[in-house]
């Protein structure tokens, strides 16, 4: 994959003299690690990937062949899996659902709605009767516990604004069993706890209490449940922590017993960034490099507003040279030899910085750096028009080629 991504950064630098600044996304890669995952996963589990890690329409329809279907968590999100398939299944999640959203999600055949609230619940009650339009629900659960693994970023098993209290369930239940609901259908539950997960032991540990607690809440509430999504929050490393090992986590799975009465449950998985992560490039030429009070900078065409990731999570973003040899200039050539540089964008504000003392061999005005691991929550995330500098350009590797 490196030789292809040094290649497309000479064949731009013979196009164009401005400096490279450019997503690559791998779909070749996305669909082989998806084949991948997908063989090893048990029988009754399913893949959806969760488009908010990169939502690259692209990307959609490279994946639509391959996985279980698509989980969105705004109008928009869900315009975009219909602008790509009219048909493939969706998961419609998110806080602070809007009633036109829930309308939208009503027409626009999603075959789950994560319900986050009781006022969600109450309004898709009404809103489904009024349309006469019949629709499926998971409760999406925030558990009362302190046994969740830890995480960089957590949604459950904390006070937090996402899915509801455990202690609701009942509540929701009865909304659901009352005589004013007759469209709205509870078909599971849903968890999303935390992000970024290393762990796959813990994972599988925590996707064990899951079944558990649904198991405990069917004989309490005397339910059918058909589904349990387990979320999202597969991690992936972006230093020399090991990544996640998905065979070891899915060997576990496959181990795992089902409580008595879930032997059946359909059981969700809505990942997103370990779908993508690995596979998307973020090219940006150094435009300067200046020794300042001691330490290296380099500059570079580009910076946190089309990656805000390592600004966001205060990480040194890993990254290699693509060496460039032309210089058009008279004058000599800025260089760093085996030194420390620290890699910062074209904004005006130390906050837009990628990588803090990086070891380099050699670094000159004109190289280009390659940022891996910049294909989830990336470009997605990211104040793109700060400062009203030119978006990047996009390219995609499919069948071998670049487009
Ligand atoms: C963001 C999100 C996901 C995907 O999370 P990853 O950490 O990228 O796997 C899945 N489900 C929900 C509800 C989310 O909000």
Known sequence: MKEKVVNLIHELRERSSEPICAYIYDLDGIRQHVSNMLSVMPAQAGLFYAIKANPDARIIEALLPLVTGF???????????????????????????????????????????HVESLLELRKLILLARERKKDTHVLLRINL???????????????????????????????????????????SGFHF??????????????????????????????????KVINAGGGIGVSYDDTPGFDWQRFTSLLVQTEFPSGLEDVQLYFEPGRVIVADHGYYAAEVVDIKPSQGQNFAVIRGGTHHNRLPASWGHNHPFYVVPVESWPYPFPRPEIRQGKVTVVGELCTPKD????????????????LIFEKSGAYCWTISHHDFLGHPHPEFYYITGGEYQ
């Open 353 to 368: 910085r990628l990588h803090t003392d990086a070891e380099v061999e050699s670094l000159r005005v004109g190289d280009v």
């Open 71 to 113: 989980e969105v968590a705004s109008a928009g999100e869900l315009l975009k899996v219909r602008g790509v398939s009219e048909t493939v299944p969706v998961l419609f999640g998110g806080p602070g659902k809007k009633d036109y959203e829930l309308e939208l999600a009503l027409s626009h055949n999603v075959s789950y709605i």
């Open 144 to 186: 009362r516990t302190d046994t969740l693994p830890q995480t960089k970023i957590q949604m459950g098993g904390r006070p937090s604004p996402f899915g509801l209290d455990e202690l609701f369930i009942g509540e929701a239940i009865s909304l659901l069993e009352g005589a004013d609901n007759t469209h709205v259908h509870f």
């Open 192 to 225: 999303h706890s935390l992000s970024n997960n290393l762990q796959p032991d813990v994972h599988a540990d925590m996707v064990h209490y899951y079944l558990q607690k649904a198991a405990e809440w069917k004989s309490k509430y005397d339910l059918d449940i």
